[in-house]
């Protein structure tokens, strides 16, 4: 194996993504958003680069991955149109109206909702749809609503797990590794399917007291009714189009985006009185420059040789044991992205697999165990996904309009009841590589 010495464009720029990544973990200290440390982070990248010669303002275009961009701008357009109809709230309103009083069958059903929207929708979206409606339910059934808040974030980060479309680092990993809708899904989708039985469970135990409570009856038959049905289902007609589109996109030769991106044009035409530029004005324009800047960053360091050279001494431990460096992988993914946000994290591990497969080692389960990690590690922790932080957000906006404090998520709440849902589907994600550790580290085929 060739032996890399550790020289200045390496130092330069692990120093500029060091300053970057703390910037963007410590925006609650400083009040500076995020994305504006990605930014100067990649304008920084970019100008030392170019001084030091090992990067360029043209390799750092080529560094960007645009199917992940266009993916994630055409999904959250699709989403941006069909909000307004009142679809979701219908389907939320029928949910509580079925559930006929039952708490446990309405955290079920509500939990089951949740995590399949999430599957296509990310768990961003769905908890911003379903939030506002789990408090308008508690409050028609006088129930606490903390323990449902809690079963939609934990659920919908568990759910955007299984699929290519359903969390951003899985569109990162997807898009670096090649894996096609189908793929993702055959691999994700057991261990996402075990990990919500965990959870849907866990809850039960957690929440016992809770969930013991006799509601007070409310008839929810006649509200949420369709603000715009022909919308609504014209957008489900494409989202149906493009799950068969998903799942031969392969076939078909086209990246992930071409879909999206079909769909998105399609729903245009077919719903025609669609404001496009209102509908344009709600997509996270924000999110998707974070995204641009990272792909900025990393690919900088990639370029001078810094994450090939810490990929060198991971190396013996992956070749020594791939099984015991794929669940170590798994654990330490879902800590860092407890504490921190999983989206860096992952952004700075693709390139590091990457260079382990040029040194000729199957990365292909650590493929999978970082798709676990960062997206059950989520859960751990009330700062461990955006999802969360909305929750949160909002249960603190409802206590305070209340004057009752007991109705605001607090990280201790969390640490309680969260904390030991991760570490049960991790738990279950673990024994479940384990077992079938063989079909997880079946190569990839292109």
């Not at 980060?157 to 096609?180: E, F, W, Y």
């Not at 900025?296 to 460096?325: A, C, K, M, R, W």
Request: proline share 4%.
């Amino acid at each position: 194996m060739e032996i890399i010495h550790f020289d200045t464009p390496m130092l330069i720029s692990a120093i500029i993504m060091a300053i970057t990544f703390i910037g963007i973990f410590t925006e609650g200290l400083h009040g500076f958003h995020r994305t504006k440390f990605a930014l100067l982070g990649a304008i920084l990248m970019i100008i030392f680069g170019q001084f030091y010669g090992f990067y360029s303002p043209e390799k750092a275009l080529h560094a960007i991955d645009w199917n992940v961009v266009l993916l994630l701008g055409s999904m959250m357009t699709i989403v941006a149109i069909m909000i307004p109809t009142g679809g979701f709230q219908m389907i939320a309103y029928k949910v509580a109206a079925y559930s006929r009083g039952h708490l446990f069958l309405l955290m079920f059903l509500m939990g089951t909702a949740v995590t399949v929207i999430s599957l296509l929708l990310d768990n961003v979206t769905t908890v911003v749809i379903f939030g506002p409606l789990i408090i308008l339910i508690s409050q028609a059934l006088k129930i606490n609503p903390i323990p449902y808040l809690l079963a939609a974030a934990l659920l919908s980060d568990t759910g955007g797990v299984a699929t290519l479309v359903g969390d951003p680092p899985n569109l990162m990993i997807g898009s670096a590794a090649h894996i096609d809708f189908n793929t993702f899904l055959m691999h994700m989708g057991g261990i996402v399917f075990a990990a919500w039985l965990t959870i849907i469970l866990a809850l039960k135990f957690l929440f016992k007291k809770e969930l013991a409570i006799v509601p007070a009856l409310s008839d929810f038959t006649n509200k949420g009714p369709l603000k715009d049905p022909k919308t609504w289902k014209a957008s489900l007609l494409v989202l149906g189009i493009m799950v068969i589109l998903f799942m031969i996109h392969h076939a078909l030769g086209w990246d992930a985006w071409m879909v999206s991106t079909l769909g998105f044009t399609i729903l245009l035409f077919i719903a025609p009185q669609i404001d496009l530029d209102n509908t344009f004005a709600k997509v996270e324009i924000t999110l998707l420059t974070f995204f641009i800047s990272l792909f900025v960053v990393v690919g900088g360091v990639e370029n001078s040789h810094f994450l090939q050279y810490l990929g060198s001494f991971i190396l013996p431990f992956v070749q020594e044991d791939l099984l015991t460096s794929a669940i170590i992988l798994m654990w330490l993914a879902a800590i860092l992205s407890a504490m921190i946000d999983n989206i860096p994290f992952t952004a700075a591990m693709v390139p590091i697999l990457l260079g382990l497969e040029t040194q000729g080692v199957n990365i292909t389960p650590l493929w999978w165990s970082l798709a676990i990690g960062v997206g059950m590690g989520g859960n751990g922790t009330h700062l461990g996904s955006t999802a969360n932080v909305y929750i949160v957000t909002i249960s603190e906006r409802m206590a305070k309009e209340n004057n009752d404090p007991s109705l605001a998520i607090t990280p201790g709440l969390w640490f309680k009841k969260g904390t030991p849902a991760m570490l049960l589907t991790l738990s279950v994600s673990t024994l479940l590589m384990w077992i079938f550790f063989d079909f997880f580290s079946a190569p990839i085929t292109h």
